[in-house]
């Protein structure tokens, strides 16, 4: 436990200094409050309105969890699709690599279009944003499997599916939770885009209005706030990671 906590103090010092120079920064050279807050009055603001950020943040964490959910569903079936078929490989694999070159912020409001402004149009975007390296990073996974071991298996007589099951797949887990980690990160950005375009709850329409009304320091809040949220969605990925492949070695 020491060691692991040791790992952290580099970060954890990083940050006071970054946090010092915020406040110091902002005071020395007098910046306006609507452009960079104090550090202490983003905090400030933080404290006197916990209630309602929490609201706001359960909301914009339902949105990340669940697109993040579906996504990683669907993309982890997509390719399983590729993997399995030959001419998935030659035309979804490309279709979803292509798929990229289309910007997703102009997407984003063809979402709202077809499912209005409830949850799903919120989902929908975070899906836009996560499905990628999902479905890529685990199709990755699959084709660096070792040839060797598959050939080894099929002469000792695994049937296809037991191929498919004790060597496929834990070849292709580490590409899976490097998917879903980079998902887990940018799921908050597109659970925002999503309450911008569209939405009276959560952390993205909160920021919003606090930008509109030049309240600088409730829109720091709401940022803190959803940078805090990618950070733990991303290292309860990796929590789940570390366990799931040390099971595995063992």
Known sequence: ??????????????????????????????????????????????????????????????????????????????????????????????????????????????????????????????????????AVNTADGFRSADPDIGELMQTMGAGKLDRFLKWKIPSALPGFFTGLKMAAAISVGGATLGEWLGGETGLGMYTKRASNMLRGEAVFSGVLLLSAMGVLLFLAVQWVEKATLVRRRS
Not at 36 to 52: E, F, T, Y
Not at 82 to 96: D, Q, R
């Open 1 to 134: 436990m020491r060691r692991s906590l040791s790992a952290y103090v580099p970060v954890l010092v990083f940050v006071l200094l970054l946090a010092a120079g915020w406040e110091a920064g902002t005071t020395i050279f007098d910046i306006p409050h609507y452009i960079i807050p104090k550090l202490s009055d983003v905090l400030v603001s933080m404290w006197d309105n916990g209630r309602l950020l929490g609201k706001h943040f359960v909301v914009t964490l339902g949105e990340a969890l669940l697109g993040l959910g579906i996504s990683a569903v669907f993309g982890v079936l997509a390719a399983v699709w590729i993997e399995s078929s030959g001419l998935a490989k030659k035309t979804i694999y490309p279709l979803i690599v292509m798929s990229q070159t289309i910007p997703i912020i102009a997407l984003s409001p063809i979402m709202v279009m077809w499912f209005g402004y409830e949850i799903w149009s919120k989902v929908a975007v975070v899906i836009l944003f996560t499905f990628f390296p999902i």
